[in-house]
């Protein structure tokens, strides 16, 4: 196994939410000897120091400071932490026919049929009563138990099943936790309450999401392929991860932004749509001695790489592709382009990410909807409307996107991790 494939591996286990994901980030780059920064207090920045800076539990931002920290040399490289699923409902428990069931709703664009039948649990964030009105215990929990499954119809119940049904997302899509006992109320709050060792009315709120418990495995006649959960968007957070840890340069700073909530449009206060990202940049550079007119100039000299996943052909379906274009897993990362600016990439960012991908021999495709399909959108075209620099769009291609496992070409794993890591070292 490549080491950028083992590290992925890991992280897909154990980002079961995007909490999930921030608290592994976190380890890595504890582990990497960086310094954690609070939002919330001055900062006191050296040259040649590595930092990350939490927020809100779900999102984080890590940056290194080169041995000439004061030039106008910015590079950045965001990706997201969130994924489409299903997430608990406040009052969750459901009680129908004798079993135990839990209310939910769909968060982003997810394929809901690949969420039948498939082993669930829980994962997130729990707000608790203590003895501070205005903070409240927060508590982050991933049940490792297989808690619940969302079973199909029976094909003699539902002769035209293979037609094609429309699942109803309020009424098709509760999971099942258990039978029902007579007499107990709330056995979901109860059973959440016994694993955080509080009561049931000691819960006063939460963020808990439904996550697929399929495990990361390879596939195909030469493991050309990694079949898992979470591909998107957990294979550009490695990266980035691997990158920011593992390479530097003597001038200028390096930055990653792993952001919140870009599956329902970006637009909170952790997401890509906020000024966190701007707000970082400039108290970075303040800490260098810029003055608020110089930190114009210096980010709109910055560059900015997002980094989400890309689609890859499906060969059952080669014509939902544009005709040219066709990118292939396995074959390399994809710089993605349109002319909607749903992929923020221009002609002069592009060519800055192919010269580098030439000089370090990064096998690289392009990808572009087709004309007459709308594609999905990405953080570079909310981030750079509030950060105006050069912007490239790239990710490695995938089958079944947003489906509760996706497929991605095992190489192409390193030929993301190559790009980000040449991109902050040359």
Same mark, same amino acid.
């Given at each position: 196994?490549?080491?950028?494939? +083992?590290?992925?591996?890991?992280?897909?286990?154990?980002?079961?939410?995007?909490?999930?994901? /921030?608290?592994?980030? &976190?380890?890595?780059?504890?582990?990497?000897?960086? +310094?954690?920064?609070?939002?919330?207090?001055?900062?006191?920045?050296? +040259?040649?120091?590595?930092?990350?800076?939490?927020?809100?539990?779900?999102?984080?931002?890590?940056?290194?400071?080169?041995?000439?920290? *004061?030039?106008?040399?910015?590079? =950045?490289?965001?990706?997201?932490?969130?994924?489409?699923?299903?997430?608990?409902?406040?009052?969750?428990?459901?009680?129908?026919?004798?079993?135990?069931? =839990?209310?939910?709703?769909?968060?982003?664009?997810?394929?809901?049929?690949?969420?039948?039948?498939?082993?669930?649990?829980?994962?997130?964030?729990?707000?608790?009563?203590? &003895?501070?009105?205005?903070?409240?215990?927060?508590?982050?929990?991933?049940?490792?138990?297989?808690?619940?499954?969302?079973?199909?119809?029976?094909?003699?119940?539902?002769?035209?099943?293979?037609?094609?049904?429309?699942?109803?997302?309020?009424?098709? @899509?509760?999971?099942?936790?258990?039978?029902?006992?007579?007499?107990?109320?709330?056995?979901?709050?109860?059973?959440?309450?016994?694993?955080?060792?509080?009561?049931? &009315?000691?819960?006063?709120?939460?963020?808990?999401?439904?996550? %697929?418990?399929?495990?990361?495995?390879?596939?195909?006649?030469?493991?050309?392929? =990694? @079949?898992?959960?979470?591909?998107?968007?957990?294979?550009?957070?490695?990266?980035?991860?691997?990158?920011?840890? +593992?390479?530097?340069?003597?001038?200028?700073?390096?930055?990653?932004?792993?952001?919140?909530?870009?599956?329902?449009?970006?637009?909170?206060?952790?997401?890509? *749509?906020?000024?966190?990202?701007?707000?970082?940049?400039?108290?970075?550079?303040?800490?260098?001695?810029?003055?608020?007119?110089?930190?114009?100039?210096?980010?709109?000299?910055?560059?900015?790489?997002?980094?989400?996943?890309?689609?890859?052909?499906?060969?059952?379906?080669?014509?939902?592709?544009?005709?040219?274009?066709?990118?292939?897993?396995?074959?390399?990362?994809?710089?993605?382009?349109?002319?909607?600016?749903?992929?923020?990439?221009? %002609?002069?960012?592009?060519?800055?990410?192919?010269?580098?991908?030439?000089?370090?021999?990064?096998?690289?495709?392009?990808?572009?909807?087709?004309?007459?399909?709308?594609? *999905?959108?990405?953080?570079?075209?909310?981030?750079?409307?509030?950060?105006?620099?050069?912007?490239?769009? /790239?990710? =490695?291609?995938?089958?079944?996107?947003?489906?509760?496992?996706?497929?991605? *070409?095992?190489?192409?794993?390193?030929?993301?991790?190559?790009?980000?890591?040449?991109?902050?070292?040359?």
């Amino acid at each position: 196994m490549d080491r950028s494939e +083992e590290a992925l591996f890991r992280l897909l286990e154990k980002g079961t939410s995007a909490v999930m994901v /921030v608290r592994e980030a &976190e380890a890595q780059l504890q582990a990497a000897g960086f +310094e954690e920064l609070d939002y919330g207090k001055p900062w006191k920045l050296c +040259e040649r120091g590595k930092y990350y800076v939490i927020c809100h539990d779900t999102s984080l931002f890590a940056f290194t400071i080169g041995e000439q920290a *004061g030039t106008d040399d910015i590079r =950045i490289a965001a990706a997201h932490t969130d994924f489409p699923c299903l997430r608990v409902k406040p009052c969750p428990d459901v009680n129908a026919g004798g079993y135990s069931q =839990i209310n939910v709703e769909v968060y982003g664009g997810a394929i809901l049929n690949t969420w039948l039948d498939r082993p669930l649990s829980i994962s997130g964030r729990v707000a608790l009563a203590g &003895e501070d009105v205005l903070h409240p215990e927060l508590r982050v929990i991933s049940v490792e138990q297989t808690l619940g499954v969302i079973p199909n119809l029976a094909i003699h119940m539902n002769r035209d099943v293979n037609k094609g049904i429309e699942l109803n997302k309020q009424t098709d @899509l509760l999971p099942i936790l258990g039978l029902a006992s007579q007499g107990q109320e709330q056995p979901f709050l109860r059973f959440l309450a016994k694993e955080l060792e509080k009561e049931p &009315e000691d819960i006063l709120d939460y963020e808990l999401w439904v996550y %697929c418990q399929e495990k990361p495995r390879y596939a195909g006649m030469d493991r050309e392929f =990694i @079949l898992s959960p979470r591909l998107d968007n957990l294979t550009s957070v490695q990266a980035l991860l691997t990158a920011v840890t +593992e390479n530097s340069r003597k001038k200028g700073i390096n930055v990653i932004a792993l952001f919140d909530h870009e599956e329902v449009g970006s637009r909170t206060k952790q997401g890509a *749509g906020s000024m966190l990202l701007t707000n970082l940049l400039q108290r970075i550079l303040a800490c260098f001695g810029k003055s608020p007119a110089q930190w114009g100039e210096c980010l709109y000299n910055a560059f900015l790489l997002s980094v989400d996943v890309a689609h890859g052909l499906h060969p059952n379906k080669m014509g939902r592709m544009d005709i040219t274009n066709k990118p292939v897993l396995g074959k390399g990362l994809c710089i993605k382009e349109a002319s909607s600016q749903s992929y923020a990439t221009d %002609c002069e960012a592009a060519a800055v990410i192919e010269q580098i991908c030439r000089k370090e021999k990064i096998p690289y495709q392009k990808f572009v909807n087709r004309s007459d399909l709308q594609g *999905g959108g990405t953080l570079g075209a909310v981030a750079s409307s509030f950060l105006p620099v050069k912007t490239v769009d /790239v990710g =490695i291609p995938l089958l079944a996107m947003h489906s509760a496992v996706e497929t991605m *070409g095992s190489r192409d794993m390193k030929s993301l991790t190559d790009l980000a890591g040449a991109y902050f070292r040359i």
